[in-house]
């Protein structure tokens, strides 16, 4: 049994880990997670709603 | 590859000596050089090594990468960014996971001092650095070593420059510039949102032809880019001189090209090149397309500039506000005196034709 970790994930926009569990040459059980976060939810906030387009267009 | 010069590998691509001094030539024009300096820029490029360069990848939407990737025109140009032969750059490179740590730490341990290394995407400080993490460090322990050894690190667009829609208020993960993130790096500026294309490639060659990087301001970007103000070169000032203002989108006057300063233009407060390089090959740029400049290479602009379409408050020194409004109502009141006159006119033919009847 044994557990596997790829981080940095490559050829992907943005930043991706990702955790796998083998059994026998299998893949049991696997985990993703995003490793980067901007609060772009909280960013955009009270803003002028015309303008959010080209916050969130730049995720 | 790497003891190859940057010219050998071109005319492998099928890149003629013509199209090379081309480039050359385009190269020195947009760093604002005599075009005396293309045979030194041409021998540069022609004889020195490529140099090792490293792409690292922050708290960013990829938006820089893409507008390299994305660049077609001078085909040459994206050649010199395959020429700056990326060892690292996670989107795009094929390795993966620890293959990937390895790539860039044989650059940063074998080329100590010599390497460029380019950044992409602000550094969250927040927390001990936990909202940006690669290969388990935090952004901020790669850029110090990352950074802190290289020749020279280029921050690419805004977030890398000065920490841009991350560092937006209220700035939930405390994110900063490279230069702030690791003060004792020698850091240079190329803001935008994205980088433009051209400023970064004319950026290498200013270092490949001089060994030096180009002279800065004091936000630490490169003058031939940033020196002068978009609203002093663009195409539709003299429709602001002569007080002829956008007022609704869609309106007569956004139908016929006029300043759009009244629709929250802030290009009398932004400094960089895109009305003469302009975007996409040179086909267009914001501007031209019909929608105000939104300030993208100015520090802070998602807050210091205010929302990107409420007009810019007093610009400094100018008074451009109050003349906007002078000239904006002097024109309101002579198309309201036109409009009196014509009723005037009408009325009094109105009142001959019914005297004749
Ligand atoms: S305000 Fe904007 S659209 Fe008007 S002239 Fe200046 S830069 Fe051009």
Redesign the pocket.
């Known amino acids: 049994m044994a557990k596997i970790a790829i981080d940095p994930l490559t050829r992907i926009e943005g930043h991706l880990r990702i955790e796998a569990q083998i059994e026998g040459g299998k893949v049991v059980d696997a985990w993703s997670s995003s490793t980067m976060w901007r609060g772009i939810e909280l960013i955009v906030k009270n803003r002028d709603p015309r303008e959010v387009w080209a916050l969130l267009s730049r995720i | 590859m790497q003891d190859e010069s940057l010219f050998s590998d071109l005319s492998k691509r099928g890149i003629s000596r013509r199209d090379f001094l081309t480039f050359c030539s385009t190269m020195a024009a947009t760093l604002g050089l005599q075009s005396t300096v293309v045979p030194q820029i041409a021998e540069a490029l022609e004889k020195k090594q490529k140099p090792y360069v490293v792409w690292l990848e922050f708290q960013d939407c990829a938006g820089d990468s893409e507008s390299i990737l994305r660049s077609t025109k001078p085909t040459i140009a994206q050649l010199v960014l395959d020429v700056i032969s990326l060892e690292y750059h996670e989107t795009i490179m094929a390795p993966s996971g620890k293959n990937a740590e390895k790539s860039l730490a044989d650059v940063v341990k074998n080329h100590k001092g010599k390497y460029i290394a380019i950044v992409e995407g602000s550094i969250p400080m927040k927390d001990g650095g936990v909202y940006c993490c690669i290969g388990g460090k935090t952004a901020i322990d790669m850029a110090k070593e990352v950074c802190g050894n290289a020749l020279a690190t280029i921050a690419v667009g805004s977030c890398a420059s000065y920490g841009g829609i991350p560092a937006a208020a209220p700035n939930p993960t405390g994110a900063v510039s490279v230069k702030q993130a690791v003060p004792n790096a020698t850091v240079i500026n190329l803001p935008g949102c994205p980088v433009n294309c051209e400023n970064l490639t004319a950026t290498v060659v200013h270092y490949l032809t001089f060994g030096a990087l180009p002279q800065c301001d004091k936000e630490g970007r490169p003058l031939f880019a940033y020196g002068k103000r978009?609203?002093d070169n663009?195409e539709?000032?003299p429709?602001?001189d002569a007080g002829q203002f956008v007022r609704k989108w869609g309106d007569d006057g956004h139908r016929k090209g006029w300043?759009?300063?009244e629709m929250g233009?802030k290009?009398?407060q932004s400094y960089m090149n895109c009305p003469t390089i302009r975007w996409n090959e040179g086909t267009s740029w914001p501007?031209m397309a019909g929608h105000?400049?939104f300030g993208c290479g100015q520090p802070q602009n998602w807050d210091a500039l205010g929302s990107i379409y409420s007009r810019l408050p007093n610009v400094p020194g100018a008074g451009y506000q109050t003349t906007a409004d002078k000239i904006g109502l002097g024109v309101a009141a002579a198309a309201a005196a036109g409009v009196a006159v014509h009723a005037a006119v009408r009325a009094s033919k109105c009142k001959a034709e019914e005297d004749k009847k």
Do not use: A, E, T
């Open positions: 978009i609203h663009c539709r000032r429709h602001f300043c759009l300063y233009c290009g009398p501007v105000g400049c």
